[in-house]
């Protein structure tokens, strides 16, 4: 097996690797608070479980990078190390992004979970709150898309 397909398939593996991890922390980060918040005000799950799911997001764009990469017929014995080095540059790029993004989207949601606990309306300004850090993972995916239509 060539360094370039090796160096291709560590970026497909970064890309959802990273990215699912940060999902997991994201959703357990939201889902702890939503546990806390039931104790107070068990009335408002639905809006506790969208915001405990909303990283969650962050592990999907990886696993669609992944899809997008993988399914252009580039990765094989022919590619070029320069072909290989991009795709372990997006793998990278995406799966970082994505695990920070869905992190810190995870204390996001779970600050607005405790606030609509203790009363407060706040759902949907947790929501637009919560797309900042998800934009990040979104210009990311564009860039790992950007990449694939390049090579």
Do not use: H, W
């Amino acid at each position: 097996m060539s360094t370039a397909i090796i160096l291709a398939y560590i970026g497909l593996a970064l890309m959802v690797v990273l990215s699912g991890i940060g999902s997991s922390i994201g959703v357990v980060i939201g889902g702890n608070a939503t546990i806390g918040a039931l104790k107070k005000k068990d009335d408002a799950f639905g809006s506790y479980m969208l915001l405990s799911a909303l990283p969650g997001t962050q592990g999907l764009y990886g696993f669609a990078g992944f899809f997008i990469i993988n399914s252009s017929g580039v990765i094989a014995p022919e590619m070029t190390l320069l072909q290989g080095m991009a795709i372990l540059a997006a793998g990278l790029a995406l799966g970082t992004v994505g695990l920070i993004s869905a992190i810190v989207q995870g204390r996001v949601c779970a600050n607005g979970i405790a606030s609509i606990a203790s009363g407060f309306d706040v759902f949907g300004k947790t929501m637009v709150l919560a797309v900042f850090p998800e934009l990040y993972a979104i210009v990311a995916f564009a860039a790992t898309f950007l990449i694939s239509s390049g090579l």
